[in-house]
């Protein structure tokens, strides 16, 4: 049985993420979304909004479980007995980072590799925060995050916006 985790914030998930989590679910034998705490943020969404939304855009894939977690991602991931962390790569800037993140949860866990996805064309310039954006400045999500949830997501970031 390979496990593997697809961490992040989730604030709101995406069509972005969505792509990853599907292509990430026929790598692995069982994939765990998991929202994270991410202490440079301040969510809109809370963690089990998070995880609902996640939920209901994944349910139709059978090995994807959705979670969450606070603390070491390292640490996490051996508890749940997961060999690889699955990122989304979109851009040459998103490298450095990412890097660094793997090579520290390396050091930290050796038994844990990062995997990276590159993300598809269409989903390049996506991220949660130009969803909120764009939703509190008025414009159309359509297209940048799962229709069940579109009406969500405009009304709750019209409202704290
Ligand atoms: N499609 C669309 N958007 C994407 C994407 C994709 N394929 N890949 C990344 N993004 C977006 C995310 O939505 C996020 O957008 P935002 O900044 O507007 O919220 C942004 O790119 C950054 O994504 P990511 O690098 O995955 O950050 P994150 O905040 O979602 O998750 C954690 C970061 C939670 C994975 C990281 O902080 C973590 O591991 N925390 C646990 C603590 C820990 O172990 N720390 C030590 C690590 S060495």
Redesign the pocket.
């Known amino acids: 049985m390979r496990t593997a985790i697809y961490?992040?914030?989730?604030?709101p998930?995406?069509?972005?993420?969505l792509?990853?989590i599907r292509r990430a679910s026929v790598m692995f034998d069982r994939l765990v979304v998991?929202?994270?705490?991410?202490?440079?943020?301040k969510?809109l969404f809370t963690v089990e909004e998070r995880m609902a939304f996640l939920r209901r855009t994944t349910e139709s894939l059978p090995n994807v479980e959705i979670a969450s977690?606070?603390?070491?991602?390292?640490?996490?991931a051996r508890r749940e007995g997961a060999c690889a962390?699955v990122?989304?790569?979109?851009a040459v800037s998103?490298f450095e980072?990412?890097f660094?993140?793997?090579?520290?949860?390396r050091k930290?866990n050796p038994e844990l590799d990062t995997v990276f996805?590159m993300?598809?064309a269409e989903?390049m310039y996506?991220?949660?925060?130009?969803?909120?954006d764009i939703a509190v400045h008025g414009g159309s999500i359509a297209g940048f995050v799962p229709d069940a949830l579109e009406a969500e997501i405009v009304c709750r970031t019209r409202k704290e916006g």
């Open positions: 961490p992040g914030s989730f604030d998930v995406t069509l972005g993420h792509d990853i998991s929202v994270m705490h991410n202490q440079n943020k969510p977690f606070d603390g070491l991602l390292a640490d996490y962390v990122k989304g790569l979109r998103d980072y990412e660094q993140m793997a090579l520290a949860n930290l996805l993300t598809s989903y996506l991220s949660s925060s130009v969803v909120k």
